[in-house]
């Protein structure tokens, strides 16, 4: 298997991504220059954190258009596994990938630190094997995931929240809750199951040196998962 | 001809950055100051032969990039 990671300019977690899924994982992985599409048989698609245009307009708006964007969505629509992280988790939600959009942290700072989620689905090529609750860092000022009410019934109904922020104990609480996102909503997943947007960055907990190996496990799901196929 | 792109969050969205800007005016005294909500304006300057392709040019822009339809609204006025 092969995976491919979009670079945009701005982009700032790239070559960590890079390091957890080559040196980490093992896995090939090649770096996709924004005005590049993503080759044809890349089967895990990322897209890496940071500031893809300076977060200008808003964030992800503008790296929705950049030239590689329309192959992810044709890789997305084939069935391959896509993964947003932070900038890459509001670059899906602005091209439309995901429902939904994230609004500036409630609190108005920019958080960087560890936090705790709730592995709602374990049951997504992504999430196969990994704990209950999973510890992971988030470093984000647009993080406070918004979606109307219906919106929110219909991503309920679907099973589409993969990750919610929790308490150490695994309870979901307000005060849990980092950045106002509705229903603590740190992650959610398409109703194909194969396109997932996060917050949270599993590549900085992909090793125990880093804090937490629960990021790897991951990554490791979603290998096992293309291994399946 | 000119166009004047008024970007604002749907009423029902929150808008940390302007209950920031009122406690923050509160403080330095401005008591009058009962809410602020932050919005986005640009100023975009048209090659559009008149009004209606200008109307035109500013919605498919403002519904394509300029606004998150899922947050936002827009209003605009167009200057010849």
Redesign the interface.
């Known amino acids: 298997m092969k995976a491919a990671v979009v670079v945009f300019p701005g982009a700032n977690c790239d070559e960590d991504t890079r390091w957890a899924l080559e040196q980490v994982c093992g896995v090939p992985t090649q770096m996709v220059w924004y005005r590049e599409p993503v080759p044809e048989d890349a089967d895990l698609i990322l897209l890496p954190g940071g500031f893809s245009y300076g977060d200008y307009?808003?964030a992800g708006?503008?790296a929705r258009?950049a030239p590689a964007m329309e192959s992810v969505r044709q890789a997305a629509e084939r069935g391959r596994l896509v993964l947003g992280i932070c900038n890459g988790f509001q670059i899906l939600v602005?091209a439309h990938l995901l429902p939904?959009?994230l609004?500036?942290?409630?609190?108005?700072q920019f958080l960087c630190k560890d936090v705790w989620m709730k592995t709602v689905r374990t049951d997504t090529p992504f999430t196969r094997g990994l704990p209950e609750v999973v510890q992971m860092p988030i470093a984000h000022g647009m993080g406070n995931y918004?979606?109307?009410p219906d919106g929110l019934k219909a991503l309920q109904d679907n099973g589409q929240i993969v990750f919610q922020y929790c308490d150490r104990a695994g309870r979901v609480t307000p005060e849990a809750n980092p950045n106002?996102s509705v229903a603590n909503i740190a992650g959610i997943i398409n109703r194909a199951g194969n396109v997932l947007g996060m917050m949270p960055h599993p590549e900085r907990a992909s090793e125990d040196a880093l804090g937490s190996h629960d990021g790897r496990l991951l990554f490791e799901s979603a290998i096992e998962a293309l291994a399946r196929v | 001809m000119k166009g004047k792109v008024i970007v604002r969050l749907k009423p029902?969205?929150?808008d940390?950055?302007g209950m920031?800007i009122q406690q923050t005016v509160a403080k330095l005294g401005f008591g009058g100051v009962k809410k602020v909500r932050a919005g986005k304006c640009f100023e975009i300057e048209l090659d559009a032969p008149d009004r209606r392709s200008a109307e035109k040019l500013l919605n498919g822009l403002c519904d394509r990039?300029?606004a998150?339809p899922?947050?936002e609204d827009y209003t605009f006025e167009i200057e010849e």
């Open positions: 307009l808003r708006a503008l258009f602005e939904g959009v609004l500036r942290n409630a609190c108005l918004f979606i109307d106002g | 029902e969205v929150s940390p950055q920031t990039i300029l998150n899922i947050i």
